[in-house]
């Protein structure tokens, strides 16, 4: 038996865009803890000479990732700022390790918002129907009882204009008869019901 399709989450992760033979790496960010350097055996490897060989820390904690320079000779910044402390990242956020620009990208986050947004549970809203003036006041009359010929001479038109009036105000209030439109208004407050 075959269940419900997962979501895949995709991975936080930076995307090299400075120029040069790093443009277009990829460094995922798969682990709790990760060391972002230029050694060949770091978590995240950045093969460059103005990247420290232990140049950043990269933690994913409290459903973020946070970024912490370790002293590097050329610096880590965010968005142009240099990163002093430890820093949480937002998708989208332009890091820079030395020379080195990237691109930060998590669309998990993105997709956690929606998430969210659908499991917001809204009461139901019951749409008013939009009443012409002409509707609203042959509604009223119904309402006092009036017979469609009272209403024609209180209006100055035919009884079968009347007639089609009553049938419009009918189908915009899902009713089939005078009775139940003048309910239907009622519990929708088109009507008072004095």
């Not at 370790?70 to 030395?98: I, W």
């Not at 009461?123 to 002409?134: F, I, M, Q």
Request: glycine share 10%.
């Amino acid at each position: 038996m075959v269940g419900p399709a997962k979501r895949l989450i995709p991975l936080p992760m930076f995307v090299v865009t400075s120029d040069g033979p790093l443009r277009g790496r990829v460094l995922v960010v798969d682990a709790e803890e990760q060391v972002l350097g230029r050694r060949e055996n770091s978590d995240l490897q950045l093969g460059d000479p103005h990247v420290s060989r232990a140049h950043a820390v990269v933690r994913r904690q409290s459903g973020a990732v946070w970024l912490e320079d370790l002293g590097s000779t050329g610096g880590t910044f965010v968005n142009g700022e240099p990163v002093t402390g430890s820093q949480a990242l937002r998708h989208g956020d332009l890091v820079r390790f030395g020379t080195v620009e990237t691109r930060f990208e998590d669309r998990s986050s993105m997709m956690e918002g929606d998430d969210a947004t659908q499991l917001i549970e809204l009461p139901p809203v019951e749409d008013k129907p939009v009443l012409s003036p002409r509707q609203q006041e042959v509604l009223n009359y119904l309402k006092d009882g009036l017979t469609n010929p009272e209403i024609a001479v209180h209006l100055g038109v035919t009884e079968r204009t009347v007639k089609a009036h009553c049938q419009e105000v009918f189908d915009r209030l899902g009713a089939r008869n005078r009775t139940a439109a003048v309910a239907v208004a009622m519990r929708m407050g088109l009507v008072g019901d004095d």
